[in-house]
């Protein structure tokens, strides 16, 4: 008898097609992301989770399934998945890492450009009927802030991080950056957080979310930046405290900001960077390519069909299980 998968989210590409060659697989058939309470339901006696980040994989929903053999997720963060309690029963989790760094890291330069030369404040003045005859030009209109020449931090030099810097030194920027462990890249100076911060005339983070760094942007780091640098975020909400940045943003120590993470998603109608101007704001869209989502959907899969083959997945997040 085939082993049941089920699969939170429709997916780009075949890759549905070839898992189905491999088990039992069901598919939830509704827009948007399932209830956790749907999730619990659709379950009962399933042995394989191919799910997205937003569905949330918690010690309740896993003691809750004796059966629960994997969870492949289509997602390089696995914050969205209590970790620790399928290692503690045995159970591999997947994801999907490398596929998606160079599309995420033209997602975070076009928010520094974006940010730094007021695009979306800019598109917004024309729209709103706000361009006339009486503000036609200025040597004051819109002026930003330029990359070529200026520091760049990077928080998390990491395959992403390191992507940006090569795309950085094309700008003529000079690069800094923060690591928790040993790390190098061309061009790129190591420096303690602290001094990343006071240097960085912008800086981006891409660390994953994790204990150890959970509001690792905190509001007394926060005033450590150079006055009127420029902070993205497209690693994960949480990292940056978001009420401190806006209050950063809204008293002009921070020129501006572009974030796509959240704490939390989506972002609620309460959140202070809806009302400022100088934020540019998308939906949690790093990865958001047709290609880049076709390959992590493969790579789920891959994962998928591995665990029910009994192989090791090609990225287990737990590889400890296997021993």
């Not at 790579?299 to 665990?307: F, G, K, Y």
């Amino acid at each position: 008898m085939k082993k049941s998968v089920f699969v939170t989210r429709q997916l780009p590409g075949d890759g549905l097609r070839k898992l189905a060659d491999s088990c039992d697989l069901r598919v939830w058939p509704n827009p948007g992301p399932i209830t956790p309470q749907s999730l619990h339901s659709e379950m009962v006696g399933v042995q394989g989770l191919l799910c997205m980040l937003t569905d949330r994989v918690d010690c309740n929903l896993i003691k809750s399934l004796p059966g629960l053999e994997f969870v492949s997720s289509m997602s390089v963060g696995v914050d969205h998945i209590d970790v620790d309690a399928m290692t503690d029963r045995k159970i591999p989790v997947g994801h999907t890492p490398g596929v998606l760094v160079e599309t995420t890291a033209d997602t975070a330069f076009a928010l520094l450009l974006a940010a730094a030369r007021r695009i979306a404040e800019s598109d917004r003045f024309i729209r709103h009927g706000q361009w006339s005859s009486a503000n036609t030009w200025s040597p004051e209109f819109f002026v930003g802030k330029d990359l070529w020449g200026a520091t760049l931090g990077i928080i998390g030099l990491g395959e992403i991080g390191k992507a940006v810097a090569r795309r950085a030194a094309g700008f003529g920027m000079q690069v800094v950056a923060y690591n928790r462990s040993e790390a190098s890249a061309p061009g790129v100076d190591l420096l303690p957080l602290e001094d990343v911060l006071a240097k960085s005339d912008f800086i981006t983070v891409h660390v994953a979310l994790a204990d150890d760094t959970r509001n690792l942007i905190s509001a007394q780091r926060i005033a450590l930046i150079k006055p009127g640098a420029v902070l993205v975020n497209t690693a994960r909400g949480g990292i940056v405290d978001e009420v401190a940045l806006a209050e950063a943003l809204m008293d002009g120590r921070l020129s501006a900001a572009g974030i796509d993470v959240f704490s939390e998603e989506p972002i609620t109608r309460s959140s202070p960077l809806l009302n400022l101007p100088n934020v540019v704001l998308t939906p949690h869209i790093g990865s958001a390519s047709v290609q880049t989502r076709i390959r992590m959907a493969d790579l789920a899969v891959a994962n998928a069909i591995a665990a029910l083959a009994g192989q090791t997945m090609p990225c287990c997040v737990n590889p400890q299980v296997y021993d």
